[in-house]
């Protein structure tokens, strides 16, 4: 508290400083913000669409695809240590650089059900799935890309150990296609074919774990341009992908089988990926604050041009710090100590205000540094304080002290960190580093995700020089002949779906659930089959099959195909349409339940529209008598809400309501 009160005594408080930042930013909350917004910010997204491809095996190996360890059994564990090695063009990628600084020791946890040889890099690879590859040409087509006409196998460089190799084998198959939203193309970069990294387990200090069940299995990747426009839209061509890719019904479905990359700038920015976006509802709030992040970040840029005239002249200093000097009472601090660890004190010239500076919800200019400490220099959370931080953890005198021993000016800010001895170094070069990087704006790197919409720094860009040919693997050429005989029984296109889905007048809020389980030939057939009306369908799906779902648990995989059998029953039996509702609950539970036995469980009995129609009166004295002033329902529904009981499959509620409007008229 000393610190604040010294801080605000001089007419400096971080916390106003934060607030006054988020207004020169701009910032607003997503759900206030228009399509002016981003505009004036210069709102720009594109996508990369990860899918895995339903297959039996691997794509360059014999090993089963979709077996899943459940559990923390293994068989064994390979330990790796990643190095760069030059591009083609005599370079070293910038990540994979970032990467050996880390000094990551990498673990990989094998089952021998799901791994063989290859995928530790000790055998060649086998010759491509083709399976996965007609798969893949098959959505290609679907993306109206043009499909190349041979098959180049290239590595693409991974030094974060989510691939033992190294790199990861890929392939482009298609080029500049297109997809047609309801009010706008979106032109595409391209589709390519790939193997799939390994699942971390966790990442901790200079240690990494993984998982190797899910590592190789084939899937594909759609690239588009920048074309969004704003977070929303960005949403909307993810669905559509994801929704194309489903309509094969040759793809994966579930946690991790479909995950996205989200690139972002804004006007003067610079292209930012939000890695690995697990689900497609975090989009739009991820993309809403990573703009916004860089035009904080562009802001700052500004200032502190101002103020350093010269900054390729900017230095920082450093002092390392004795645990006995000081009364440090911050328990982070005190375990440094136990722990025999180094404390050092930086001083950033002229950086005054820019700790502080906001550049996400919750997060300011600060975390940009602390993030890349934990990344770069493995320096776990929390790993630093500064004389602008929100709760002083280092007393006033001690700050005094420091910034004593560092000479630090009136406009200067300091940091305090803590860590191993052999990590010090790092640390500081990550420090100055990122820094630096201020006087520019927003550096190029990819950023991990979270369900808030706050992202935090994973690691630098990767830049072409991490791309070169895998001389293990041979081209596959691809003859005219056989990709338009893929092309003769392609799926319709998913605009075509929707706008067929509006004539049939099915309300437009059940889609998105009929296209993600890819149900739109099941709502067609039944539609021509059985006559069923596409709306009371649509919405039987949309809504009522929806909620079961996220409320119940099946005994066993359900089978969509069920819902027909339910409907041809339903109209072969003459009962309406109306019952499967009551139904769908017990047979989505206990999907091999006979539907007699479901008409038992729910008390069915078979009664004339006749009898109905003559509890009318009956229930019409007893609204008057005891009802009329207990209700805040009308006579009509009243009346309706007792039928409904004896009614629901017997006639249909909306004739049913008709007929009891008429007999109190």
Request: proline content about 4%.
């Amino acid at each position: 508290m000393a610190n604040q009160e010294n801080k605000k005594n001089k007419g400096f408080d971080p916390k106003k400083n934060y607030e006054e930042s988020r207004k020169k930013v701009g910032y607003v909350n997503i759900q206030d913000a228009t399509q002016k917004t981003y505009d004036s910010i210069g709102f720009m997204s594109g996508l990369e669409v990860h899918q895995q491809l339903l297959t039996k095996e691997k794509l360059f190996c014999h090993c089963p695809a979709g077996l899943f360890n459940k559990n923390e059994e293994y068989d064994a564990e390979v330990i790796r240590h990643m190095r760069p090695t030059l591009s083609e063009l005599g370079e070293y990628d910038g990540t994979a650089l970032m990467e050996f600084k880390t000094r990551k020791e990498i673990v990989y946890r094998v089952k021998n059900e799901t791994t063989c040889t290859y995928e530790v890099d000790d055998t060649p690879p086998f010759p491509v799935n083709k399976e996965a590859l007609e798969i893949a040409l098959e959505i290609s087509l679907l993306s109206k890309l043009n499909i190349v006409g041979e098959v180049h196998i290239t590595r693409k460089q991974y030094l974060d150990g989510s691939i033992p190799t190294g790199f990861q084998r890929t392939a482009i198959l298609g080029v500049e296609g297109e997809l047609q939203l309801k009010n706008k193309k979106i032109r595409l970069i391209q589709l390519s074919m790939e193997e799939d990294s390994c699942r971390e387990i966790s990442d901790i200090g200079h240690t990494r774990v993984y998982k190797t069940d899910r590592l190789g299995m084939p899937l594909i990747e759609t690239v588009t341009y920048p074309d969004m426009i704003n977070p929303q839209e960005v949403k909307e061509v993810c669905d559509y992908i994801r929704f194309l890719n489903r309509s094969t019904d040759k793809v994966r479905t579930g946690i991790g089988a479909g995950r996205q990359d989200v690139n972002v700038s804004c006007k003067g920015g610079t292209r930012v990926e939000i890695k690995g976006v697990a689900h497609t509802k975090w989009i739009p709030k991820l993309t809403h604050n990573e703009c916004f992040r860089q035009w904080a970040l562009l802001q700052i840029r500004d200032q502190l041009k101002k103020r350093i005239k010269d900054t390729s002249k900017w230095e920082m200093k450093y002092e390392s710090l004795r645990f006995h000097s000081h009364n440090f009472t911050y328990q982070p601090i005190k375990d440094a100590k136990r722990q025999m660890h180094k404390i050092v004190a930086v001083n950033l010239p002229e950086f005054k205000g820019m700790l502080s500076y906001f550049t996400q919800p919750g997060k300011a200019f600060s975390n940009e540094i602390s993030d890349r400490l934990k990344v770069i220099a493995c320096l776990e959370h929390p790993n630093m304080t500064h004389t602008e931080a929100f709760e002083s953890v280092i007393s006033n005198t001690d700050w005094n002290n420091i910034k004593t021993a560092l000479k630090a000016e009136e406009n200067d800010a300091q940091i305090v960190f803590w860590g191993p001895e052999e990590d010090i170094q790092t640390a500081l070069e990550t420090i100055e580093e990122r820094c630096r990087m201020a006087f520019e704006g927003v550096p190029q790197e990819t950023r991990k995700s979270f369900e808030d919409g706050t992202t935090i720094f994973e690691r630098v860009l990767p830049g072409a020089d991490r791309m070169y040919p895998d001389t293990d693997s041979a081209p596959i050429p691809l003859a005219n002949d056989y990709i338009d005989q893929l092309g003769e029984n392609l799926p319709s296109d998913i605009i075509d779906r929707y706008h067929q889905m509006k004539k049939w007048d099915i309300p437009e809020d059940n889609y998105t659930y009929i296209f993600k389980k890819n149900l739109y030939l099941l709502v067609e057939r039944i539609i021509k089959e059985l006559g069923v009306n596409p709306r009371l369908i649509g919405t039987f799906l949309g809504q009522r099959l929806k909620y079961v779902e996220g409320h119940f648990t099946p005994a066993e995989e359900f089978n969509y195909d069920l819902v027909y059998d339910l409907f041809k029953y339903l109209k072969k039996e003459n009962i309406d349409y109306g019952l499967a509702n009551r139904m769908i609950q017990h047979i989505y539970e206990h999907p091999k339940m006979d539907f007699d036995s479901v008409l038992e469980i729910i008390n069915f009995k078979r009664i004339s529209k006749e009898q109905i129609l003559s509890h009318i009166s009956f229930f019409k004295e007893k609204f008057e008598q005891t009802a009329k002033n207990k209700t805040n329902l009308n006579e009509r529904d009243w009346i309706m809400g007792e039928l409904n009981n004896i009614a629901l499959g017997n006639i249909n509620l909306t004739e049913l309501s008709k007929l009891v409007e008429k007999e109190l008229k």
